[in-house]
């Protein structure tokens, strides 16, 4: 009998508690969030010990976040930086050729401002990695991978089911010693920015 009433007393606790999430979240990011991004760019820029040239790539991708509560939440996204042509200095001699293909991959923490606003701000930090694909006019002979770290913030807008949002990322890229001489053999650093559409699929 006291087992009973004991799993009674949990589940009637559980099912408070998910009411509660709901009403919080009433105006804003729900359990589960998909975020599409249809359109971004990655930029890359020169440093002052950086041997490769800065370039920029179109990005799109997607991502997927579960919200714990108001307030912090874990985000998976995979994007891909599309190349696309542009002048690039190589080898000393600057000529119009097509960046190499990227695909950026990460796990971030997300933490939301304390607001009960369907205006959502936040800031985000994570690690991940970066793939740099064959581009043999570039000197790339094969895919090679880094280690990356991002850290950066945007907001997030909701009407119900729907939403938009609007992010940008400060990403660094490990070096590594037998990178191409375009890029990886120091340490580089990337700016992305992206638009993205979001929707609750979980309140």
Known sequence: MTRWIAGVVVAIGLL?????????TAAGPGRVVVT???GGATFFTEGPDTKGPSFGNYDLGAGVAVNFNRYIGVE??????????QDLQVGGLTSKVKTPNLVNYSGN????APNKSSVVPYVTGGLGGLSLFEKADL????????????????????AGRW????????????SKDDAPD????????????????????GR
Request: charged share 15%; glycine share 18%.
């Open 109 to 112: 923490v997300l933490i939301y």
């Open 76 to 85: 998976g996204e995979v994007s891909g930086a599309l190349g696309i042509a």
């Open 16 to 24: 408070g508690t998910g009411q509660a999430y709901a009403q919080d």
């Open 182 to 201: 375009f890029f990886g053999q120091e340490t580089r650093y990337g700016h992305r920015v992206y638009g993205g559409v979001l929707v609750n699929v």
């Open 163 to 174: 939403g938009l949002r609007g992010d940008y990322r400060f990403i660094a890229i490990q």
């Open 36 to 38: 599409i991004i249809p």
């Open 139 to 158: 000197g790339i002979a094969s895919t090679e991978t880094f280690f990356t770290s991002n850290v950066g913030a945007g907001v997030k807008w909701f």
